[in-house]
């Protein structure tokens, strides 16, 4: 029987070298039944032209305005499903993967039929060689009353903490794979979030139709973590993530939670402060 067959939305904006570094990587990859779609977002550095030359066999849609995270996506999506796909891996272009990161995850979603939607093990970019790495994802956390979406393990380094495929409550939008039904089940991104939050959106609306989330630990790639947003701790990240955080809530938390959840996030943004201040 043939492998499944997975179509990988790699989304970029004004990125080029990103982009490449990435494609680099995945037609590297030992999965034997995947295309890439390089979904470009209205950018104005030659990424398209790029792509197409050193890639020709991959599908390259050009948007002619930056549709943000969501819909330049979900223009990726659209066409992926559209030609039969299997499974659909949205990619954030400012990661490269390890040789063996897809058939990692396809070999842990084929195990789990009941899950829709699988994440992998994500370290900070560049891959160590001499010491552990970095994570910056190992699974996700979704505490309503606490007003809380986070990444498990963050800023730790692996010692191996993190072996096991396990379920988790939500999966990160830099490397997420959905199966077709899934997708055709609960819809795609969300535009409304414009950035941030539109991933923990898509999963829990994923939870609430029965589905169930994997971490894939075996299954690794490197992040160089919000390069399109202008850093980890950037203005423009930390004003959309609350938005997108509060538009997020409000859809999904009850009423009893916001009991509590105003002194949780208010807590929390008073240590960020002072660890801000500390720096």
């Known amino acids: 029987m043939p492998a499944p067959n997975v179509y990988i939305i790699v989304l970029n904006y004004n990125r080029k070298d990103d982009t490449l570094d990435c494609l680099d990587s995945l037609y590297n990859m030992d999965y034997p039944n995947f295309r890439v779609v390089?979904?470009?977002?209205?950018?104005?550095?030659?990424?398209?032209?790029?792509?197409?030359?050193a890639y020709p066999h991959a599908h390259v849609i050009e948007n002619r305005r930056n549709l943000m995270f969501s819909e330049g996506n979900n223009v990726g999506i659209r066409a992926a499903l559209a030609e039969g796909a299997d499974y659909v891996l949205l990619l954030n272009n400012d990661t490269v993967v390890a040789t063996d990161m897809l058939t990692k995850m396809m070999d842990a979603m084929q195990a789990h039929p009941d899950a829709g939607i699988s994440g992998p093990m994500i370290y900070?970019?560049?891959?160590k060689t001499e010491e552990p790495e970095l994570i910056w994802y190992a699974g996700g956390i979704v505490k309503l009353w606490q007003g809380l979406t986070a990444h498990r393990g963050i800023r730790e380094r692996d010692t191996g903490q993190y072996k096991s495929v396990e379920y988790t409550d939500y999966v990160t939008g830099c490397a997420l794979l959905a199966?077709?039904?899934?997708?055709?089940k609960v819809g795609l991104l969300d535009p409304s979030y414009y950035?941030?939050?539109?991933?923990?959106?898509?999963?829990?609306?994923a939870r609430l139709a029965g589905y169930k989330l994997l971490f894939v630990p075996g299954a690794r790639i490197?992040?160089?973590v919000s390069a399109t947003s202008g850093g980890e701790f950037s203005t423009f990240k930390i004003k959309n993530k609350i938005k997108s955080n509060l538009r997020f809530f409000i859809r999904y938390a009850r009423p009893i939670h916001w009991l509590t959840i105003p002194w949780f996030?208010?807590?929390r943004g008073l240590l960020f402060a002072l660890k801000k201040l500390i720096r």
Not at 179 to 184: D, F, G, N, Q, S
């Open 222 to 224: 490197w992040h160089k």
């Open 38 to 53: 390089m979904v470009d977002n209205g950018s104005h550095d030659g990424t398209a032209l790029s792509v197409m030359e």
């Open 195 to 205: 950035i941030y939050a539109e991933d923990a959106d898509l999963t829990m609306r």
């Open 124 to 127: 900070y970019y560049p891959p």
């Open 179 to 184: 199966t077709r039904e899934c997708l055709e």
């Open 265 to 267: 996030v208010l807590g």
